[in-house]
Every structure is written in structure tokens, then in C-alpha cells.
Antibody
Framework: EVQLVESGGGLVQPGGSLRLSCAAS????????MHWVRQAPGKGLEYVSAISSNGGSTYYANSVKGRFTISRDNSKNTLYLQMGSLRAEDMAVYYCARDLLGGSGSLTPKVFQHWGQGTLVTVSS | DIQMTQSPSSLSASVGDRVTITCRAS??????LNWYQQKPGKAPKLLIY???SLQSGVPSRFSGSGSGTDFTLTISSLQPEDFATYYCQQSYSTAVTFGPGTKVDIK
């Protein structure tokens, strides 16, 4: 069974940093692109970042570019999101998601078949 | 970025009703359109991918259609467990975007 478990969320002051983790199991982690999607309280879904199966390709939404860094450790089956210069508008539940198809080595197809339970990031002084 | 719109933003329906949700893209996205269901406090769940392919394990009362800019999610006979918010998502562009959601609640 595919499992994605996020951790690392919490309360952080504006301008602060936080690192989210997503521990994966039940599939060959190194074969799949992985993604971060966030949802502000009471709002819709926003695509944040993606990383290819080998980490060679990454994507960032304009809203987080230059402040967030996505990475993965295939030996530990873990996805990360390093978040810096946090703003009030970054407050959200952050979900990691696995792509539908593996083996492409790219960021495609960007169909989110499996999701974690989410971790809440609160940015407040 | 490609803008996604959904209509209606919310609807009230009864068990057994046929429900149709529309999603429109600001430019052609071929069939790179996916649908998700989200219940309160839960992660989204993939229902339909590539506009009309039913994800494994999803009941056959869910169906999707469309291509280009206009897409539809249909629930043929609404069940109590279907009351939720539904999102479309385009995967045509690297800059993935979601629609604003359609909330389906009980009439």
C-alpha cells in the first residue's frame, strides 16, 4: 500500500524557515516524480513545487520561487521542502503527492494519484 | 499561467440526482485535465485523469468528458458519500493549476 506521511509543520514567525518532510513507502520511490501542493485555510488547492525521480529537474510556483527548495533522498525514500522567508500567505496545509506514472525521469504527467495527510504550516508573530 | 474556472461554484442536490460540473481552461489543454474529490479535513482524491479515464477503485457513476478548453465531470446518481468539493486540474503546462472548486452539498 502506498503511504505518504508529511511532518515538520508548525508555527513559525514571518521571515522564518521550516523544513517539511514526506516519508514514502509501499512503492519504488526513486521511480516517481513527487510534488508539493498546498491549501490555505478555507481556500482551494495551489501547486507549489515538483521534483523529478532522480532530482535532476525541479519546478517552483512563482509565489515561492527563490524562497523554497525541493529535494529528495532516494536512499531514505523521503521528499523535502525547505521553506524560507516565510510570509503570512504561505500559511496552509502542505500535501506531498506522488505522480500517477513512474519511470519518465521528468516532472510529468503531473497527475496526483496518491496524497499524504498534510501538515499545517502557520506563519504568525 | 493557464487559468481554470469551474461552474457552478456550489450546488445543492439530492441523493439519486444526476450532477454535472463544468471546468473551462483559458487556453487549449488537449485532454490534460484531471478531477479530484476532497472531503473536509482530508486530502484530495483522484477521480478522473486525462479527461475521461476513471482512476482505479472509483465508482463508475463518475465520468469525465471534454477536450480542448471545456470539460465536464458527471455523477450519474449522487450517493451520500459524494457530498464533497470537486476540483479540476490541468496538467498540460509545467505550471499546474487547479480550478477554484465546486462544493456539492445536500439539498
Amino acid at each position: 500500500e502506498v503511504q505518504l506521511v508529511e511532518s515538520g509543520g508548525g508555527l513559525v514567525q514571518p521571515g522564518g524557515s521550516l523544513r517539511l518532510s514526506c516519508a514514502a513507502s509501499g512503492f519504488t520511490f526513486s521511480s516517481y516524480a513527487m510534488h508539493w501542493v498546498r491549501q490555505a485555510p478555507g481556500k482551494g488547492l495551489e501547486y507549489v513545487s515538483a521534483i523529478s525521480s532522480n532530482g535532476g529537474s525541479t519546478y517552483y510556483a512563482n509565489s515561492v520561487k527563490g524562497r523554497f527548495t525541493i529535494s529528495r533522498d532516494n536512499s531514505k525514500n523521503t521528499l523535502y521542502l525547505q521553506m524560507g522567508s516565510l510570509r503570512a500567505e504561505d500559511m496552509a496545509v502542505y500535501y506531498c503527492a506522488r505522480d500517477l506514472l513512474g519511470g519518465s525521469g521528468s516532472l510529468t504527467p503531473k497527475v496526483f494519484q496518491h496524497w499524504g495527510q498534510g501538515t499545517l504550516v502557520t506563519v504568525s508573530s | 499561467d493557464i487559468q481554470m474556472t469551474q461552474s457552478p461554484s456550489s450546488l445543492s442536490a439530492s441523493v439519486g440526482d444526476r450532477v454535472t460540473i463544468t471546468c473551462r481552461a483559458s487556453q487549449s489543454i488537449s485532454s490534460y485535465l484531471n478531477w479530484y474529490q476532497q472531503k473536509p479535513g482530508k486530502a484530495p482524491k483522484l477521480l478522473i485523469y486525462a479527461a475521461s479515464s476513471l482512476q482505479s477503485g472509483v465508482p463508475s457513476r463518475f465520468s469525465g468528458s471534454g477536450s480542448g478548453t471545456d470539460f465536464t465531470l458527471t455523477i450519474s446518481s449522487l450517493q451520500p458519500e459524494d457530498f464533497a468539493t470537486y476540483y479540476c486540474q490541468q496538467s498540460y503546462s509545467t505550471a499546474v493549476t487547479f480550478g477554484p472548486g465546486t462544493k456539492v452539498d445536500i439539498k
